[in-house]
């Protein structure tokens, strides 16, 4: 009955490339902006990435400017993170997470009401 459902992540080498997704079920969240969180071993969730309801905006964390993108499949209910030129320093647990649909903050993690399972994403060297 999980209504966002995640997939990908494992075991990946400095400077090499993951992808992420998230599945919505038995709903969509066409009319939801969807953001991508992700929370490292002793430290607070922190924002990763947000795109906009139809996918016409994305917003990125300083952190992975340039390395991620974030983009969406309204048709197909999911959305992605693509990854690249991983680092150790993105060793996490990611969430993807649906945010209110009545306006807000891509960056406030109190106003992403659904959230999917986490996937860890390890990164070696």
């Known amino acids: 009955q999980a209504q966002l459902v995640q997939s990908g992540g494992g075991l990946v080498q400095a400077g090499g490339s993951l992808r992420l997704s998230c599945l919505a079920s038995r709903r969509t969240f066409n009319d939801y902006p969807m953001g991508w969180f992700r929370q490292a071993p002793g430290m607070e969730r922190e924002f990763v990435a947000a795109i906009s309801w139809n996918g016409g905006a994305a917003y990125y964390a300083d952190s992975v400017k340039g390395r991620f993108t974030i983009s969406r499949d309204n048709a197909k209910n999911t959305v992605t993170l693509q990854m690249k030129s991983l680092k150790s320093e993105d060793t996490a647990v990611y969430y993807c997470?649906?945010?209110?649909?009545?306006?807000?903050?891509?960056?406030?993690?109190?106003?992403?009401?659904?959230w999917g399972q986490g996937t860890q994403v390890t990164v070696s060297s």
């Open positions: 997470a649906a945010h209110r649909s009545g306006g807000g903050s891509y960056y406030r993690i109190q106003e992403y009401d659904y």
